[in-house]
């Protein structure tokens, strides 16, 4: 049986998963169909040999339901990202970031604290965030991870990665000390 012909026979049961996720899914009917569609079409071409009809239907289905899930998913983290928090964006009621770190009218004011402003901006925005909040405002990374809807684990391996690039650019002494008062 030819793609096209199984596409065919099988319309009725496409248009059955493209009802069904649709409701998931911020697209047009058409939309969400035609993604079935190609689903089906990739895993019908990709089926193993096999003499059965049923296996190739089976694993085409498979195949397109796979492809509505990670649209699925694609859209559930287009709903949770956030907007970046730039250092030195302003922020309604809190300052920005960097007034965390104390500067030099600050009688906090040590030569580290030009080591660390430094360095925090050499690292991505993420990475700032998350470091900024973790370290100097004193949220768990736990909860962190639960405010930008990613994982505990995606969280603390951020950190791990952050606090590696922030190690090397700053003295060796500057840094044991942030992490000892922090």
């Given amino acids: ?101 104390p500067g030099p009218d600050d009688p906090e004011y040590d030569d580290n604290s030009v080591y660390i402003q430094a360095a925090l901006k050499t690292l991505k925005p993420k990475d700032q965030r998350l470091l900024m909040h973790v370290y100097f405002a004193g949220l768990p990374a736990t909860e962190y991870a639960d405010h930008e809807g990613i994982t505990h684990q995606a969280a603390s391996h951020r950190l791990k990665k952050a606090l590696t690039k922030l190690k090397a650019a700053i003295p060796k002494p500057v840094f044991q000390e942030l992490l000892s008062t922090r």
């Fill in 1 to 101: 049986m030819t793609t096209t012909q199984a596409l065919d026979k099988h319309n009725g049961l496409i248009h059955y998963w493209a009802r069904k996720y649709q409701k998931s899914l911020d697209l047009d009917y058409d939309d969400v169909f035609q993604i079935a569609q190609i689903g089906f079409v990739r895993g019908w071409e990709q089926a193993p040999e096999n003499p059965s009809e049923d296996y190739h239907k089976n694993y085409a289905i498979r195949s397109a339901r796979n492809l509505l899930n990670g649209e699925r998913k694609k859209q559930g983290r287009l709903k949770r990202s956030h907007n970046l928090i730039y250092l030195d964006q302003q922020l309604e009621g809190v300052g920005c970031l960097l007034d965390l770190i």
